[in-house]
């Protein structure tokens, strides 16, 4: 480092990539010029301090072995380097450095500054990195708020909610010195036994894009870089196996994987993408120059930076074996898009400068890299003349990572996430010409560890396993707290009957005699989320089959034996086969991990005091084996020939979720039965409640392609509105249909909008679609891209207030 780089800015002539008057554009352009190919090569590395931190302390008593990714300890005792080498030449990201292990703030913060201190001072430039943090079901750091997983955002199929979630997120990210979040997750599911199915937004494409698109908005309006993830295929591995192989065609991962990352990109302003483990045909993700380049970059017009997926590039090597060392894996990577290594610099080392050297590898990849993420830290204003580490943390002495504001919004998210299955004839606990219980049995392993609310990136499940010492870090009341606070004049008695996984029986006897002498049990099962096979769902926890875990399906077979009235409330990442429960529950009720105010919502719509307005973002399948698929399935994927012993009809369908009000669809009205295959036409139907209680309902429109040149699903959701009503009032419902919305990947894999007929299906679930209506598009077959119209737009007109408002699910992708 020369005496001039080392005087302050205050005392030198501004440089020109450290001008914010200047365009983001020649900044960078000043700034690539200036550095040496070793420093360019340097910035498209990271640092996992934090995993050296993880792997030298002593295991407190009664800790659990934990990875936090896979094959951690194995690439953290491989000789990685101290942040000073690695960082000589410059350094692009740093990593986790406050969600690796438990720290406060203001511990985190100084721990930033110290680590951007060393990659400042340590190279020639003095370029800070970038730093990014997990941010699925909230910041995974200590004592942050855990919201909801994301198939519980899924649940409330309201993305202005999740916009406003992200937002806090955001913010608090950017308090504590974080600059980009390792979310959302858009992988689609394709099979429910893959262990995370928790961290999606459920089975459906447009849902899962139309939340992600928003997830994103409030990320990156908070000031944070939103990555999404895992790009591409990773959902539908092999058996559900994790990082299994995907065998897949080109037709359904256009169709069905791609476009939430499509739309996330251009109505979200995602600025980074992840590549995924999985290889889909035989080719890895992070080698495919067709996915990372031609489709994302050329087609897509995606301008930011695609990092790798933790050890991605080394996986080419060591678990695809395409390459035959990390280094030559590098390269792979590199050519096909990948611009950062994360966690850790390994395959995009200093290497690469010998093979530049030697014509093997062009500079214009390594100029093209440093490109994108030199202008991500111009973006984050890391390279204004008066920035600073400190100033960078700035608001972790004052930020509360738990505050009032966020519980409350977890809450609200909890709420709206709790899907009714079947109030059968005990729920709600308290409804009006109900007694009210006096004795209540509350049984179950997930009836009073909070623990099984939260995903399993949420810190308490993620990093906390190995410090068990302290707690959780957060308040985080059961379900057993929660309803003692809602039924004060009742007699509770509690007993968890198992453990979520396992064999252990001893507890039922005392469980079923608590049921034997209540008014009402409440069993709460399910999951509880861990990493490679340290729970029931999560990161590398994939299950054999849809039965719940364990003995809990033996427990509520003895419960409900008794004769006592049993509600079932199912608390977990994925859906199980509920065929044989459902019959003897007095009460049915599915809650996927609803976060630290998980039970206060869980009670809240078993008493009644909240409505449930919940809706399934996945089917929950009526037998642990036969139905692994997801709803959207062409003719043959469904029931309706005989031709096979195994019926895939679910016990509960995609879309459907009760309430303890009722609600009528009805009077479709299209604006035109013919239009061109580039016009457009609107869908009016009508909803009331028609019950005696306040509530919600999620009105969603299907469309069925007739007849089409390859196979298409019997009815697919292109549109959804969430609509409140008093009772007795009603509203119209109008969605706006492009042409486009009914587009789909052709012959010759180009995506076509296709003469013929389309069924217009509107209802409040993919089963109950009372109202349809055939619509013919008219013209030429059109060849449609990137700029067709990716959203419907909705309109709902409170007719009986008197009341209008714009809005519902897709307005917001306006």
């Not at 369908?653 to 061109?676: C, H, I, K, M």
Request: charged share 20%; net charge negative.
């Amino acid at each position: 480092m020369t005496a001039l780089d080392r005087t302050p800015t205050a005392d030198r002539a501004l440089r020109p990539w450290q001008d914010p008057a200047l365009a983001v554009a020649d900044r960078v352009e000043a700034l690539l010029a200036e550095m040496t190919l070793e420093e360019k090569i340097g910035q498209l590395g990271s640092r996992w301090v934090g995993n050296d931190m993880s792997q030298a302390e002593e295991p407190e008593p009664g800790a659990e072995p934990l990875n936090v990714a896979p094959m951690q300890d194995v690439f953290a005792a491989s000789g990685t380097i101290p942040l000073e080498e690695a960082a000589r030449h410059g350094l692009g990201h740093l990593t986790r450095v406050h969600g690796s292990t438990p720290v406060t703030p203001e511990e985190g913060a100084a721990e930033v500054v110290r680590q951007q201190r060393i990659v400042m001072e340590g190279s020639r430039l003095g370029i800070p990195a970038i730093v990014h943090e997990e941010c699925l079901t909230g910041f995974t750091a200590f004592g942050a708020t855990v919201y909801p997983a994301a198939i519980a955002w899924a649940a409330t199929f309201d993305p202005d909610l999740v916009e406003r979630m992200a937002a806090a997120i955001g913010r608090d990210m950017r308090a504590v010195g974080a600059h980009q979040g390792l979310s959302p997750v858009l992988d689609v599911v394709r099979d429910y036994r893959w262990g995370r199915v928790e961290e999606t937004m459920g089975e459906d494409p447009y849902l899962v894009a139309t939340l992600g698109a928003a997830y994103v908005r409030g990320l990156e309006n908070a000031g944070v870089i939103a990555t999404l993830k895992h790009f591409a295929g990773y959902s539908a591995s092999r058996a559900a196996r994790n990082h299994g192989p995907v065998p897949m065609g080109r037709r359904e991962l256009l169709d069905m994987i791609l476009p939430p990352f499509e739309t996330a990109i251009a109505l979200g302003g995602a600025r980074s993408v992840m590549h995924s483990y999985s290889d889909v045909d035989g080719v890895p993700a992070g080698a495919d120059p067709w996915l990372l380049t031609e489709v994302l970059r050329d087609e897509w017009g995606f301008t930011g930076t695609v990092v790798s997926d933790y050890w991605g590039v080394p996986f080419l090597a060591t678990m695809h074996r395409i390459a035959a060392g990390t280094e030559e894996a590098g390269v792979h990577a590199l050519t096909a898009g990948v611009d950062v290594e994360l966690p850790d610099t390994l395959g995009f080392g200093q290497h690469l400068a010998e093979r530049v050297r030697s014509g093997e590898v062009p500079e214009e990849l390594i100029d093209r890299a440093v490109r994108r993420l030199l202008t991500q830290k111009v973006e984050l204003g890391l390279l204004d003349h008066d920035w600073t580490p400190e100033k960078s943390v700035a608001g972790a002495a004052e930020v509360d990572l738990d505050s009032p504001a966020n519980r409350a919004l977890a809450r609200e998210l909890a709420e709206r996430s709790i899907i009714l299955l079947d109030a059968g004839t005990a729920l709600p606990l308290l409804g009006e010409g109900r007694t009210a219980p006096r004795r209540v049995a509350v049984v179950g392993p997930a009836a009073h560890d909070p623990r099984t609310f939260m995903g399993c990136y949420a810190f308490p499940n993620h990093v906390l396993p190995r410090h068990p010492g302290l707690g959780l870090g957060i308040e985080a009341p059961s379900v057993l707290d929660a309803l003692t606070a809602e039924l004060p004049d009742a007699d509770i008695r509690y007993e968890k009957g198992c453990e979520v996984r396992g064999d252990d029986r001893s507890g039922f006897p005392a469980a079923v005699a608590a049921a034997r002498d209540a008014d009402v049990c409440v069993a709460v099962v399910g999951d509880l989320a861990g990493l490679f096979g340290q729970g029931t769902s999560g990161e590398g926890c994939d299950a054999e089959d849809l039965r719940l875990p364990g003995v809990q399906a033996d427990l509520l077979a003895e419960l409900a034996a008794t004769g006592t009235p049993v509600v079932v409330v199912v608390v977990s990442g994925r859906p199980y086969a509920l065929g044989e429960i459902r019959d003897r529950a007095a009460g049915l009720v599915q809650a996927f991990m609803p976060g630290e105010e998980g039970g206060a919502a869980i009670a809240g719509v078993l008493t009644g005091r909240v409505q449930p307005t919940g809706k399934l973002p996945v089917q929950i399948p009526r037998s642990p084996g036969g139905q692994p698929a997801t709803y959207l399935q062409p003719p043959l994927g469904t029931d309706s020939h005989g031709i096979s012993n195994l019926d895939p009809t679910p016990l509960f369908p995609f879309g459907y979720g009760a309430s303890y009000t009722t609600f009528v669809v009805s009077d479709l009205r299209l604006s035109a039965t013919e239009v061109p295959t580039d016009g457009e036409f609107t869908a009016t139907v009508t909803v009331r409640n028609t019950g005696g209680r306040a509530g919600s309902e999620v009105v969603q429109l299907y469309i069925n392609d007739l007849v089409a040149q390859v196979t298409r699903p019997v009815r697919q959701l292109i549109g959804y509105a969430r609509v409140p009503l008093e009772p007795g009032a009603d509203a119209e419902v109008t969605f706006r249909i492009h042409a486009d919305r009914t587009s789909f990947t052709g012959r010759d894999l180009r995506r076509v909008v296709e003469p013929g007929d389309i069924e217009v299906l509107v209802g409040t679930s993919a089963a109950d679609l009372p109202c349809s209506a055939v619509v013919r598009l008219t013209g030429q077959t059109r060849h449609v891209g990137h700029d067709r119209r990716l959203v419907t737009p909705v309109e709902v007109n409170a007719t009986a207030a008197g009341q209008s408002r714009q809005g519902g699910a897709d307005a917001a992708q306006l």
